[in-house]
């Protein structure tokens, strides 16, 4: 057996059956074991960002890795920023990168590059494997490190490891369980719950779960303690039927102010409040520098466990969710709140929001609280162009589920070639362009670090010289699109988007 | 006066008058500094690729760095394939990449990662500046070793120093030319030219100008030598009145056998020919391994005056160019070679070519040989996606020159953002989409490993399903475009898109 193709059947043995590929000359026997070997889909993007994105979305809708197949070094540069992205959002990914045959690389051919160097900053686990016979272990390896890390393994592939006979299959290699946190972790939570001073249970992760929430509520209700998640997060269980929870401001001096009462932070799957950004003579904390913290759970931690161990401490039973008012259907010129408003007057019960679009994202997060439940997608590692990859992942993770990516003109931008896949694999996803013509969020930088925008910046920071057309954009890529100018137009095409398969793209025309 | 002042009238004292900038957050003091500070003209990418790619290419037409300007770390990542092309280019580029400010960044926030570690692969240079009074120095620092080394030097710059107070602009520093060879280099390159065994002149980088090739072909004509380019170059001098010159094919099977009798191998700024990619049973080199090799010339030596010193060495004088028959303008369907002889009997004078079309290439080469003069810039390092920046950046590098994209499909995808900054910039640039609806390569490819083409390698390497409107696509992001289905049609249309200002793409229907 050649060595792709025991790759191939240990990456399946071992639970990975979904590859997101954009593949190069180095890689054309892994290729051609994907026909040999059953159980793997192969996905095709145009642009190794797409293929990235796209597995951070299947492992957060999933919770296990599928695979990228991606070329040589600077084909994984490429897909790198997502990669960040997937770090930060704490998911499995199995990255299989191509390279030179091992006797070749010396030689120094064009393609060579420092590829552990690129793969590194992302990755919990590299490995470059030069015999063929040591290939399957070394898949297992990376498809348990990945899952036991919720990280990136990255296994560089040398083009005659793959193609020479001597593969052997291995078995999927066991992943522990999250650790339980110790008695004290909790008992010190709970002390400082009873302590009447104001605290803040800061969670992000696991504890952004529907069963999570639950219990950080029921917490809550017995000790007045507040709840927040992170300003960005991997997962939010979302929607009626689910507890409501707020987040950290983006905007550093909102976050300050809300926070400036706090004495006690417990950590709940996550780390300090850390603002995006620095700023001249603001905080780089959304809580107070003196407050007592206390970690609960890493995130690596038995977050729920935890959670419902702190709940025990206390009486509070579970209390049902109370029933929102429910959105309704606006009219008229398009407002951001009224848009809000109408998708989630209009969204799909079981639906999953990507969402990409710093400067609007508060109306979206608002309004969708009180649609139908739903999950919600951020994008927890600031690195743009999330969107489209973010949106095609998770409908290849979860079809006949709907896909609403509330996505930003200029992120769209570096990643577009994301509609492509979903036209390719009729995606049930839903794109509205949040098309403001400008990065929005520079503008709003710029004065918050005390600069005054002149030409140059403007010139930088609006991108309407010329427009981009979205609709023959997205009709580009085989996407069918529409622009909407007033709220019933919107409300018009976004049922008509939910009520039939494949993707859809819809222009919104503010007012 | 800030950081980001002392920076920019740094990078403006050394000559750097050109910065190709994607920025975020981190950057707002440089772009405020941009209106502060005369001298520097700015262009704006939307995405990084398109940023790296355009001052690569600006690079390799004015010899001298363009500054680009990134976002932290992943906005970098971004930019990194077409930095390594550059790379291979050898030429110089000076990076600013921003960055959280220094005392944020060990708190962690979610756009940290190691920046240096991601630079590294493809710079020369890397300095993360962290204190506001060096940065002028370590600017003037980086524009020196982009050009003494031709290469990347990359500036990390944490967003307080850029906007404290303390910054000192620094003097350019200076750098030294080009090394001159040893005499007994001359002498040994002369003693294996009189051997009257096979003996090849293997030659890249300056010795493709027309000086280096008028003095290559002397040095032919009274040898015997046989002459020949690498297989891709960073610039090469072309069309009537310049001394011809072939390529190492890309194919190995065809590499080869042309060059199966070399016994002596002359390197003139470059190193061995190393194929693409190794295949199974094939050679790695293109020339025998047992030929006698000499290197005359480094890359970064002085390529032209050890050619001139060589030539001296021979009694051959300078001869004319002699003429050779003009294209003709091809009529009826549209065939790789119909279009490439129309397309040379049209190019203007002073025109550069892109290409990047791996499976078309040489009809285009064998075509525009016969051209009026003009430089031809290719995909040096194989990362993909390099046409629609380098075309922009060297519009923007040459202006009053035509810029002509010879563009597969696949490979345009992945930096397409950048015919929007040629809308915006009004450059003049014609793209030629030879769109054969598929990853052509990769068929050819995975037959030279000897792997057989199964569904999956089939849904993988065909584009068509959607097939891209490349129209519609152009059109999106302000470039005008049309179809030609015969080459009547794509006559008109060149003739047309040469007798104004502005980009235009033209999708070739082949036949």
Known sequence: MIGAESLVRTLVASGVDTCFANPGTSEMHFVAALDRAEGMRSVLGLFEGVVTGAADAYARMTGKPAATLMHCGPGLANGLSLLHNAMRARVPIVNIVGDEATYHAPLDPPLTTDTESLARP????????????????????????ARQHRGIATLILPSDVSWNDGGVVAAPLPVPPRAKVSDSAIRDAAGMLRSRDETLLLMSGDALSEQGLALAHRIAAASGARLSAQTFNTRVARGQGRYPIERIPYIVDDAVRENAGVKNLILVGTGLPVTFFAYPGKPGLATPKDASVHVLARPDDDVIDALARLAGEFDAPARPVAPRPLPQIQR?????????????ALLPAQSIIIEEAITLRNFFFAALMNAAPHDSLENIGGAIGAGPPLATGAAIAAPGRRVVAAQADGSALYTIQGLWTQARENLDVTTIVLANKKYAVLFKELADVGAVPGKTANDLFEIDRPAIDWIKLSESMGVEAARAESLEQFADLLRNSFARRGPFLIELMFA
């Open 122 to 145: 992302s990755s919990v686990w590299v490995r470059r494997v030069m015999r063929t016979e040591d290939l399957g272990e070394a898949a297992a390896s990376a498809v348990q490190a």
């Open 332 to 344: 008229g010129k398009i407002t951001p709140a009224g848009a809000a408003e109408t998708l989630a």
